[in-house]
């Protein structure tokens, strides 16, 4: 029997994307660890993914297509052939798309695999079929709206520059769950006496790991503190006025117009960060040699996300940040125009225009919020909207809906799976061939198979073959593998892609996309400068305005758990198990004034919905604010619901991105009123 260490990556919505290596052992893999040889992951890997095999052997995992016979939700289903299932699919279809017009079927899907083939497989068939198409801007688009408005397509700061700075700010962002490779330049940096500044709504881990000061923001209120850090260095005299002069456009008329209604004492006001604080801040910033920030995307997914990141990214302008090694900013790195997706995408498969449905609207949509025709088919792949979308109430009303056809590929009986009339078993990464990119780090890396599917499951784009053949289209993309598909897009993509060390990239060694010189300071913008004065933006130039709030007492931070990545890993009891139950963490204060004590069930509720949870009383937590702990499961809920029956289908100001944290609850204890 075989057995050797073979060269992966870890599929997963994360921004480190680690080179991985799995011991395989016959037909199945033993064994997991980082690969030492990736030049930014280095070996580490995650609590999550350190026994992937437990995950790719789990007994949980979907063997066989599955066909409902109970009700919708029930979880009742029959075994099929994947020839029956595919031939059901594809009558309902096209009774569907008789009746209704190919815009009824709407696809549904997001990031639980970041392959470029196995993520963007679906397109190319439902642009065939004429079905919807939807928005996907469920995570940061936001946050990157923000940036283009100021920065265009300028290149962000590969994280490693961090190491070189001497003042980080960690802003809004979870490191050690989130993005824990991130922590190796933070410590290096700290180790030559850089400071870290974390700012946060409330004490997290990685503020109690990396941080020498921490900045406690009222939710949703980082723009107005940047404006005061802006104000703050016009006053102490700490811009770089070269800098402004030479590359900016737009300072004056924001020093001049904005600047000033923003002194620290208004500021404290508005994010109950004391004026004192505002000023040190200021200073440190200002006199930093080389100040960095990483960017989280907590902070953007408010009602004002898109001007928060606009504020932000003006930041390193007024200091020269950009032109300095280790200064600049890393919020998402959009890696995506190295390649010439369209390729799989293929849009040029669409006749005319269809229909657009914003995946934050799902509920909305499925329950009689589009315009004509209803939508009477869904295809959900690598997603779990039933957990991870806004507005669970909502969701669920649309996902039991009699008269809608449910498809869903997956890997494991997710609540969303439990509402599909046709379940189709999905291969994971150790089962099928991808290449990956990350929007953390410039690495870029291909993973071939290194075990056959188990039990029946198949990988998304042989399924979408499948259903290609199935609805009678004959093009050539559908009789390709994964594996050509990858050969065809490497060949084909622009020039970034070709100053890869191909070798290395064809025997599935992580390889880096190469850096222009200077890449921080080559401004693609259309002016060429850095565009603090927008005047394609209304208001031209960016301002504070407040989130949207509701009439709850409290803010609800969902923030990202240790032990889960979204909604996956919740099929791991051990992981499960680590995260605890269902917790929410308030202010002692708080509790003692609302009589709730340590481990009573509580509820959390506004006008959408009520999730009960388990009470953890920590001063970590400031007054005002409640910490949910990621993403769970319907099935391990203490009551009947999750975290999102209580988020809102609310769009951002700009970018169509989500607002989960923007989210107002009142909290009592479970059994009164
Ligand atoms: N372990 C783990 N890793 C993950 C994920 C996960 O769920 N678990 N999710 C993955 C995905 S899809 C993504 S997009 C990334 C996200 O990674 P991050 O950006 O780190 O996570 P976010 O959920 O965006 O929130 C980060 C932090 O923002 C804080 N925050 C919320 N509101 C505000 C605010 O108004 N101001 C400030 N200053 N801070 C605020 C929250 O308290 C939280 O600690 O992580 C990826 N990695
Ligand atoms: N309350 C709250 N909600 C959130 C967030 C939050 O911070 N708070 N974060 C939001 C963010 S940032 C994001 S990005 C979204 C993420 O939303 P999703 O992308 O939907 O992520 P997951 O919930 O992890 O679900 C992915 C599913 O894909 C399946 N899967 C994995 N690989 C494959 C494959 O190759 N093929 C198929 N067919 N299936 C596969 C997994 O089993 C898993 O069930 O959630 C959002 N939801
Ligand atoms: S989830 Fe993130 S940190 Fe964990 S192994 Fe995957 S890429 Fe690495
Ligand atoms: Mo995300």
């Given at each position: 029997m075989s057995n050797e260490w073979k060269k992966s990556v870890c599929?997963?919505?994360?921004?480190?994307?680690c080179g991985l290596l799995l011991k395989v052992e016959g037909e199945k893999v033993t064994a997991v660890k980082g690969d030492p040889?990736?030049?930014?992951?280095?070996?580490l890997l995650c609590p999550k993914m350190a026994h992937y095999e437990r995950s790719i052997h789990s007994p949980r995992r979907l063997k066989q297509p599955l066909v409902r016979t109970?009700?919708?939700?029930?979880g009742e289903f029959r075994e099929a052939s994947w020839q029956e299932a595919i031939g059901i699919i594809g009558q309902r279809w096209r009774q569907i798309i008789a009746e209704?017009?190919?815009?009824?079927i709407l696809p549904v899907s997001y990031a639980g695999t970041m392959g470029l083939v196995q993520r963007n497989a679906g397109h190319a068939l439902f642009h065939k079929l004429g079905a919807s198409r939807l928005e996907?801007?469920?995570?940061s688009s936001a946050k990157g709206y923000g940036w283009e408005a100021v920065m265009g397509g300028t290149l962000q700061a590969e994280?490693?520059?961090?190491?070189?700075?001497d003042l980080i700010l960690v802003w809004g962002a979870h490191t050690l769950a989130?993005?824990?490779?991130?922590l190796h330049p933070v410590r290096q940096a700290k180790s030559k006496g850089a400071k870290v500044w974390v700012i946060e709504t409330h004490i997290t881990e990685t503020a109690k790991l990396i941080a020498d000061r921490t900045v406690l923001v009222r939710p949703g209120t980082d723009g107005a503190l940047a404006l005061g850090i802006m104000h703050e260095l016009q006053r102490q005299g700490l811009l770089d006025s070269d800098f402004l002069h030479r590359w900016v456009s737009g300072f004056e008329r924001l020093a001049a117009?904005?600047?000033?209604?923003?002194s620290p004492a208004k500021v404290a006001a508005i994010t109950g960060v004391p004026a004192t604080v505002v000023t040190e801040l200021a200073e440190a910033y200002g006199k930093a040699a080389a100040p960095f920030i990483r960017q989280g995307s907590g902070l953007y997914r408010y009602g004002n996300g898109a001007m928060t990141a606009r504020l932000i990214s003006c930041l390193p302008a007024l200091v020269g940040a950009?032109?300095?090694?280790?200064g600049g900013t890393l919020g998402d790195?959009?890696?995506?125009?190295?390649?010439?997706?369209s390729m799989i995408?293929?849009?040029?498969?669409?006749d005319k225009p269809t229909r657009i449905v914003s995946i934050n609207r799902l509920g909305e949509a499925l329950t009689?919020?589009?315009?004509?025709?209803?939508?009477m088919g869904l295809y959900v792949y690598h997603s779990n909207p039933a957990s991870v979308y806004p507005d669970q109430n909502s969701v669920l009303r649309g996902l039991s809906r009699e008269d809608l056809f449910t498809v869903v590929h997956e890997r494991f009986m997710t609540d969303t799976a439990l509402y599909a009339d046709i379940v189709l078993p999905a291969t994971t990464s150790a089962e099928h061939d991808d290449a990956y990119r990350s929007y953390g780090h410039y690495g870029l890396q291909r993973a071939t198979a290194?075990?056959?599917?188990?039990?029946e499951a198949k990988s998304n784009w042989e399924t979408f073959c499948l259903l290609a053949g199935e609805m009678g289209f004959a093009e050539p993309i559908f009789r390709q593998s994964a594996a050509e598909l990858l050969d065809q897009l490497f060949e084909k993509s622009g020039s970034w892609l070709a100053g890869v060390d191909w070798q290395k990239l064809q025997a599935g060694e992580a390889v880096t996309l190469p850096l222009p010189e200077n890449?921080?300071?080559?401004f693609r913008t259309a002016s060429g400068k850095i565009e603090?004065?927008?005047?394609?933006?209304?208001?031209?130039l960016p301002d504070w305005f407040p989130p949207?709030?509701?009439?709850?007492?409290f803010s609800l931070m969902t923030a990202p758990s240790l032990y889960s990545l979204n909604s996956s890993f919740n099929e791991s009891a051990e992981l499960v198990a680590k995260k605890g139950p269902m917790s929410l963490t308030m202010n002692p204060l708080d509790a003692n004034r609302l009589v709730l004590s340590e481990g009573q069930r509580v509820v959390a509720c506004n006008e959408l919905g009520e999730v009960t949870f388990i009470l953890k009383i920590a001063d970590s937590v400031p007054g005002g604010v409640v910490v949910a702990d990621g993403v769970s499961w319907l099935r391990d809920?203490?009551?009947?619901?999750?975290?999102?029956?209580?988020?809102?289908?609310r769009l951002t100001?700009?970018?169509?991105?989500?607002?989960?944290?923007d989210t107002k609850v009142d909290v009592r204890a479970e059994n009164c009123c």
């Open positions: 599929p997963f919505d994360c921004p480190d994307a040889a990736h030049p930014y992951t280095r070996g109970g009700k919708k939700g029930a209704y017009g190919g815009e009824a996907r801007t469920l995570c994280p490693d520059e961090a190491a070189k700075s989130t993005n824990i490779h991130f117009e904005v600047l000033p209604r923003y950009y032109a300095k090694p280790g790195l959009s890696t995506g125009s190295a390649f010439n997706t995408t293929r849009e040029d498969f669409i009689g919020g589009v315009s004509e025709p209803p939508i290194c075990i056959p599917p188990i039990a890449y921080k300071m080559q603090i004065v927008n005047p394609r933006e209304t208001p031209e949207y709030g509701g009439s709850g007492e809920a203490p009551g009947r619901r999750t975290i999102n029956a209580l988020t809102s289908q100001d700009r970018g169509k991105g989500s607002t989960f944290y």
